[in-house]
């Protein structure tokens, strides 16, 4: 399944080669070696009465599950990722009018989830130290740092947070 997402990163950003690294301040992630940090990765998150095969999965149902029920139907079980990108957008009409006030709080919840059911993710958090995560993302400003370098970071903001509530429960 790694082997296959990293197939569709370098299809969709080929040229976007240095879209993950490490150095003594800051994690950026947007596949491999942080992988358990993408909403892509193969780990399955449990929600809403359903089984996810990924976290993107979960936050692109959430989307779509009041205003078209089929298509979130169809997201839910979408063979991958991709696929449930390509429904995402093929589908983006149905999007609610007010999915700008509540997407984070929804990626929040998922994230969340997909933490506290896999344990090689809340590994991965952990290992990232007390470092900024970034969502390395070369197209997304919204959830990451898009073309420019300069986005809002919402997931990497998302990931630091739950880091946060980890490691210092109140």
């Known amino acids: 399944n790694m082997v296959l997402a990293w197939y569709y990163v370098r299809q969709m950003y080929p040229d976007s080669p240095n879209l993950n ?10 596949s491999l070696p942080f992988e358990a940090l993408n909403n892509w990765s193969a780990h399955r998150v449990k929600l809403w009465g359903k089984e996810f095969q990924t976290a993107e999965a979960a936050y692109q149902f959430a ?51 997909k933490l506290m059911q896999n344990k090689d993710v809340w590994e991965r958090l952990l290992a990232t130290s007390k470092k ?18 300069k986005g809002q970071n919402h997931l990497g903001n998302i990931w630091m947070q739950l880091r946060g509530e980890i490691t210092n429960p109140s």
Do not use: C
Not at 21 to 29: M, Q
Not at 83 to 112: C, G, L
């Open 132 to 149: 900024l995560i970034v969502e390395n993302s070369p197209v997304d400003d919204f959830w990451g740092l898009g073309p420019d370098q």
């Open 21 to 30: 690294y490490e150095d003594d301040t800051t994690v950026a992630f947007f």
């Open 63 to 113: 989307k779509f599950r009041e205003t078209a029920p089929t298509v979130a139907k169809q997201i839910a079980n979408a063979p991958s990722p991709y696929a449930v990108f390509q429904i995402s957008r093929a589908n983006r009409h149905y999007t609610p009018n007010d999915w700008d006030e509540h997407k984070i709080e929804v990626m929040t919840e998922v994230v969340r989830a």
